[in-house]
């Protein structure tokens, strides 16, 4: 079973507009962490915010927020003011449980900013 | 500029060459890792390192031959690779330390392509 699910390969959003890319997981461990990634087209992945199972607040980083939503096990993106450099491949991606264990990652969902 | 430093970022062999792939990290990570990605997935652990010892191998195939030389570089060595190891190659660095939040800090990648 897919650990990690994102399910819209694309989005295109209009620039300045706030857009959300969605991510569900799937865990029974209690203790877990949420990634959020980004890879532009050089490549390069571009850690961008995280969430822990036990916070109580949804983590913010700048245009970056994760709506975090535990009973539902989602923990979606949300990129507020969408520039054109936004445009590029987003991953979701989890570790479970309190050991350095490795990242799991969902399939991407590739964002597009149109001027 | 990125943190993690992967050498060379781009790398076209034959076959029957060998090559090696270089990572360097100067944020005093002990847990190093090597990711495949082919174009349109996302990344798949191939090797985990903590405290310059091998911990994961994800069965990777033994012409794939990873070396931990100190805690601030790892190699990938390559030998006698086929056509479908053309991919990129993400080296990533985090503390090995127990606990949820251990953002893996990762490097440009090196684009190899087999010939």
């Known amino acids: 079973a897919q650990k990690i699910t994102q399910t819209q390969p694309g989005m295109f959003v209009q620039e300045k507009e706030a857009v959300t890319l969605d991510c569900t997981y799937d865990t029974s461990d209690p203790s877990y962490g949420l990634f959020w990634y980004k890879q532009p087209s050089s490549g390069e992945m571009i850690f961008l915010i995280y969430q822990g199972s036990y916070d109580q607040q949804n983590a913010t980083e700048g245009r970056y927020s994760l709506n975090f939503q535990k009973a539902r096990k989602s923990a979606n993106l949300v990129i507020s003011a969408s520039q054109l450099g936004d445009s590029a491949m987003y991953f979701c991606?989890?570790?479970?449980?309190?050991?350095?264990?490795?990242?799991?990652f969902g399939k991407g969902t590739r964002l597009s900013v149109i001027a | 500029d990125t943190e993690v430093t992967q050498t060379p970022k781009h790398l076209v062999m034959g076959m029957t060459n060998k090559k090696s792939l270089k990572c360097e990290q100067h944020m005093g990570h002990r847990a190093m890792y090597w990711y495949k990605q082919k174009a349109k997935k996302p990344p798949e652990l191939m090797f985990v390192y903590s405290y310059e010892k091998l911990s994961i191998n994800e069965s990777v195939p033994s012409r794939f031959s990873p070396e931990c030389p100190n805690s601030s570089l790892l190699n990938l060595h390559l030998h006698a690779l086929q056509p479908e190891d053309s991919a990129l190659y993400l080296c990533?660095?985090?503390?090995?330390?127990?606990?949820?939040?251990?953002?893996?800090?990762f490097g440009d990648g090196t684009r190899l392509s087999i010939l």
């Open positions: 990533a660095s985090s503390q090995p330390r127990e606990g949820l939040y251990q953002p893996q800090h």
């Open positions: 991606a989890m570790r479970e449980g309190l050991r350095n264990t490795p990242l799991v």
